[in-house]
């Protein structure tokens, strides 16, 4: 999964990287999450994207549905102008390819 966090953002960029940096390390310890990280672009001010591996789509699915989920969603509106994206992405290996 990878949301996407650019756009008008209403509070000083560094509110938003400390929410979202406090999403990630909480999210790092759920059921199911294989990874979690927090990136900011080189190259577009206040932009950050969060890209989130999961051991299923039922995992995945179930951290979408939990209370803290929903709060840090909230935490994130409040501090943006315009909706994040979130893009659920499958993941691509070289032996896909093949």
């Known amino acids: 999964m990878c949301?996407?966090?650019y756009?008008?953002?209403?509070?000083?960029?560094?509110?938003?990287?400390?929410?979202?940096?406090?999403?990630?390390?909480?999210?790092?310890g759920e059921p199911g999450c294989r990874t979690a990280d927090l990136r900011h672009s080189a190259t577009t001010t206040g932009r950050?994207?969060?890209?989130?591996?999961?051991?299923?789509?039922a995992d995945q699915q179930r951290h979408f549905d939990t209370e803290s989920t929903v709060a840090f969603a909230q935490r994130?509106?409040?501090?943006?102008?315009?909706?994040?994206?979130i893009d659920l992405l499958d993941p691509?290996?070289?032996h896909d390819l093949r």
């Open 48 to 57: 950050f994207t969060v890209v989130e591996k999961w051991t299923s789509a």
């Open 7 to 28: 756009g008008a953002i209403k509070t000083p960029t560094d509110e938003l990287a400390q929410v979202l940096a406090q999403y990630v390390v909480a999210v790092r």
């Open 92 to 94: 691509i290996s070289v």
């Open 76 to 85: 994130v509106m409040a501090l943006v102008a315009s909706p994040s994206r």
């Open 3 to 5: 949301l996407d966090f």
